[in-house]
């Protein structure tokens, strides 16, 4: 399956910080999504064979790296307040979106 | 653009009654449907989907809805609610070859004894 880390983590405003995903085996696409609390999962990006593949409406200090090996991340600066969510990590084959697997999330707490 | 709107933010069943958990989509091209369930602190599991032929689909755990295009909904079901349904629900839009899902802002689903 599509496994992340770390489970939970909190940092301050301002801070720079870096969730990991590990995507499924012959995966080859991982696409990251915001979840505030109260609401449903938005889009951030998408990543395939290690380009951005599509973006959602999130700025710019929002970036992703995949790497050969399947696994991600995603990097967040200037952390602000309403950066507070869970962050979940879907890996596919090829962009499909009815193949999606999701992992169980990073919780981040800004403070 | 694709958007999803699921009434009632919360809906609370008796035991062994019928769930219906309501959603309508709007989509500029055929879409691809969705169900997800999380429970609390964990990520979202895929009950059902729907993406071409019969339009009514079965899922996990009894769970199953019925694609209706002239009403653009997408309505889960389950006969009888047990206690261990209570979690929320989302339902999702995707297709038309774009790489991404946009959820609705989700269904709390309480099961009383």
């Known amino acids: 399956g599509v496994t992340q880390s770390p489970t939970h983590l909190i940092k301050t405003r301002g801070q720079q910080v870096t969730l990991r995903c590990s995507s499924q085996s012959g995966h080859n696409t991982v696409s990251w999504y915001q979840q505030a609390l109260g609401q449903g999962p938005q889009f951030i990006f998408q990543y395939y064979r290690e380009e951005e593949n599509g973006r959602g409406n999130f700025p710019p200090r929002f970036s992703g790296l995949q790497f050969p090996n399947d696994s991600s991340e995603l990097n967040v600066n200037a952390l602000e307040l309403d950066d507070s969510a869970l962050y979940l990590c879907?890996?596919?084959?090829?962009?499909?979106?009815?193949?999606?697997?999701f992992g169980s999330g990073t919780r981040l707490t800004v403070v | 653009a694709q958007s999803v709107t699921q009434l009632g933010s919360h809906v609370s069943v008796s035991e062994g009654a019928l769930v219906l958990l309501r959603c309508n989509y709007s989509?500029?091209?055929?879409?691809?449907l969705f169900w997800y369930v999380q429970y609390p602190n964990q990520g979202l599991q895929l009950l059902l989907k729907?993406?071409?032929?019969?339009?009514l689909v079965k899922g996990i755990n009894g769970f199953e809805a019925e694609f209706k295009k002239s009403e653009t909904s997408f309505h889960l079901t389950k006969p009888s609610a047990h206690m261990s349904d209570a979690a929320e629900y989302f339902c999702?839009?995707?297709?038309?070859?774009?790489?991404?899902?946009?959820f609705g802002t989700g269904t709390q689903l309480k099961v009383e004894l």
């Open positions: 729907y993406t071409t032929g019969a339009t």
């Open positions: 989509s500029s091209v055929p879409p691809y």
């Open positions: 879907a890996s596919s084959i090829s962009g499909q979106v009815y193949g999606y697997t």
């Open positions: 999702a839009v995707g297709g038309g070859g774009g790489n991404k899902l946009t």
